[in-house]
């Protein structure tokens, strides 16, 4: 399917009246004017020079809504059958441009400034400031590191997901009930998790799975003392929430395999071994490689399980990007720095995640 | 009688050994997982029946090990006993259950909308944005999937304390929309690209218009991938921990938050804290067995091209 020119032709007499027209573009100049001449009150209300007396920035968002409406509206007066077809995409990118991209930019200014929130003092342009102490915090690139461990857990998670898969896709009664059970771990919510397995299964006094590694022969069953252990167990959870992600797209892929191709290799004298490693698994490449490369942006997300379980504990050996930015904040509600180091976050992610898509795209396209 | 000319080969016809040892052990790792992925959830339950006594000798069969109290549930005011009487708890309960309810209802319908939306016009039309042609716009949409949570946490932060929308629902509800939007672009792609163009051709022939024959024409027929992208959002959004915690406070709390700030205080009442989880992951056990056909749907949608 090609990505360019219209599938769907459309031929109307678009006889759109010149005073539509005229209305349609007063519309949107209209509504842009009134957008900013409330913005320009509100920041001359803001800076003091006239007292009108707003309380929020609230006029100017609804202002902002009004024209996006116009926007949207102006497109079918002005361009009649063609704005129709606008309108489909336009309202899911306006709302991702406004979410999206002004935060983003907004955040920009922030990341270089020194802003606690809790102090009066408001927002100080402070330069490179916070580069300098992001460049000696200690703790910022022990988080980064962690990632990096974190994100090599993929692969056995992966692993794991592709057995669990290849078990759902055999010869099995009851496929239903397993797959449900198998699924239910992604239905919980992290925090929940991190309760019924962090806290509670995990109490070394008396947690189930405390007293099975007790009877299994480990005196003192501590998951969260040492910091490998910690950083395991961590892994170890997300893994069980997020192993039936994997797992669902790897069985998509494997039933999308024809049998007759089983049946072929068979033939031709391949045993169960063989048989996996040199046609189930090539054909499969590249749902593993979308499934690992999904799972590792959602890997970059992880906090929640951090958060509430260990709180980055012990001396941060289990924290990551995310769940430090948040202690960071929590802790000195330091809006500036923390923007900062999100910020530096998302340009390693882009590069990485680019670099990285490139390397899968070269290695699945076909050979020969 | 005569002698049988086909037959198997005598190394099938023997006792076939090892097939039934290789059924046991696929069936032992299925039970073996299953037990690994429903334990928890059990020990959950399990335990929002248990006395103190119960939870430190670590008993795990009720009625057999000890009897069933509904002490964690009466300490959230949901037992047969205090389900009548006041209870601030389980006002405090019902408030996060509505919060999260509305918000994650509302910003799944909110995303499928604008997403079925755009994913329709990018399957169908060509469009030009400037210099961005369709694979950008789309690549644009998807890639907001790679921005994580954290990066736009802190300004919103600012710029919601500035608008006022911090600790409300609508707040909460435009994050959740944005941040669900890319999965189900994705899905819905994938649905209108299996939809022949010829359906709507047809129907633009009889005199509907473009947006007649997307209501009447595509839309029931992409409909389980829509319920499939609605589940899915519906998920992640209900589960979502990291900007409820960080922009609400008192009056527009999700669930999850509600649960993590139990954890911390006045040390942990086993039966309570259990009783709390259970009822916060039980809406979406319930989702998960009875639509489960959905949400496999959902995420195999742009697995498999």
Not at chain 2, 190 to 198: R, V
């Amino acid at each position: 399917m090609s990505e360019t020119g219209d599938l769907l032709h459309v031929v109307t007499n678009d006889n759109i009246p010149a005073g539509r027209k005229a209305f349609g573009r007063a519309l949107i100049w209209g509504s842009a004017a009134l957008l900013l001449l409330t913005a320009l009150m509100q920041t001359l209300d803001r800076t003091g020079v006239v007292s009108i007396g707003f309380a929020n920035w609230r006029p100017t968002l609804y202002a902002y809504v009004f024209w996006a409406v116009c926007l949207c509206w102006a497109q079918v007066l002005i361009r009649g059958e063609q704005g129709k077809r606008v309108l489909f995409v336009l309202p899911a990118v306006l709302f991702v441009i406004s979410l999206v991209v002004i935060p983003l930019v907004f955040g920009l200014g922030i990341a270089f400034s020194d802003w606690n929130l809790a102090s009066q003092g408001g927002r100080k342009f402070n330069g490179l400031d916070n580069v300098r102490q992001m460049w000696a915090d200690p703790f910022y690139w022990n988080a980064m590191r962690n990632m990096v461990w974190y994100l090599l857990a993929i692969l056995v998670e992966y692993a794991i997901a592709f057995g669990l898969a290849l078990l759902l896709n055999a010869q099995i009664v009851a496929r239903k009930f397993f797959r449900v059970a198998f699924l239910m771990p992604l239905m919980l919510s992290p925090v929940a998790v991190s309760w019924m397995i962090g806290k509670s299964m995990l109490e070394p006094r008396f947690g189930p799975l405390a007293r099975l590694a007790r009877l299994l022969g480990w005196e003192n069953p501590s998951f969260f003392e040492s910091p490998v252990m910690a950083r395991l167990t961590i892994m170890v959870m997300d893994a069980w929430t997020f192993i039936p992600f994997m797992m669902i797209m790897i069985l998509a892929g494997l039933q999308a395999i024809p049998k007759e191709v089983q049946e072929a290799a068979k033939v031709d004298g391949a045993n169960g071994w063989k048989g996996f490693w040199e046609v189930t698994f090539p054909l499969m490449l590249p749902v593993s490689i979308t499934a690992i490369l999904i799972r590792i942006i959602f890997k970059l997300k992880l906090a929640d399980i951090i958060i509430n379980v260990t709180s980055g504990g012990p001396g941060g050996a289990t924290d990551s990007v995310t769940s430090f930015i948040y202690r960071e904040y929590r802790d000195r509600s330091n809006v500036g720095y923390g923007t900062l180091l999100a910020m530096v976050y998302l340009v390693i992610i882009i590069v990485f995640m680019t670099i990285l898509m490139k390397v899968a795209d070269r290695w699945m396209r076909p050979k020969y | 009688m005569t002698t049988q000319i086909f037959h198997d080969a005598p190394e099938d016809r023997a006792p076939r050994l090892g097939w039934y040892a290789s059924r046991l052990a696929i069936y032992g790792m299925l039970i073996f997982w299953t037990v690994i992925c429903l334990f928890p959830i059990y020990w959950t339950i399990t335990t929002s029946f248990k006395m103190a006594p119960d939870v430190m000798k670590g008993n795990m069969l009720p009625w057999v090990d000890y009897t069933p109290k509904w002490l964690g549930w009466k300490s959230l005011g949901l037992s047969p006993d205090t389900i009548g009487a006041e209870s601030t708890v389980r006002d405090e309960f019902l408030q996060r259950f509505m919060n999260s309810a509305v918000i994650s209802l509302t910003s799944s319908g909110l995303a499928v909308i604008l997403g079925s939306l755009a994913a329709y016009g990018l399957s169908r039309f060509s469009y030009k944005f400037g210099y961005m042609r369709n694979p950008d716009i789309s690549f644009f949409f998807l890639s907001q999937l790679i921005l994580p949570p954290v990066v736009l946490a802190l300004p919103f932060l600012v710029l919601y304390k500035e608008l006022a929308l911090l600790d409300t629902r609508v707040g909460l509800i435009l994050l959740y929309t944005l941040t669900v939007l890319p999965i189900v672009i994705w899905i819905m792609r994938d649905q209108f690209a299996g939809i022949p163009t010829e359906l709507e051709e047809a129907a633009l022939v009889d005199g509907l218009s473009i947006w007649g024959a997307f209501a009447t024409i595509v839309l029931p027929i992409a409909l389980p991938g829509m319920v499939a992208a609605f589940i899915l959002s519906l998920v992640l959004t209900w589960n979502e921990y990291f900007f409820a915690a960080l922009l609400t406070s008192t009056y527009a709390n999700t669930l999850p938050v509600m649960v993590a700030s139990q954890t911390g205080s006045q040390g942990i009442s086993w039966w309570s804290m259990a009783a709390l989880s259970f009822a916060a992951i039980l809406p979406l056990v319930v989702i998960g067995i009875v639509l489960e056909r959905y949400i496999i749907k959902g995420m195999a949608a742009g697995a498999v091209k």
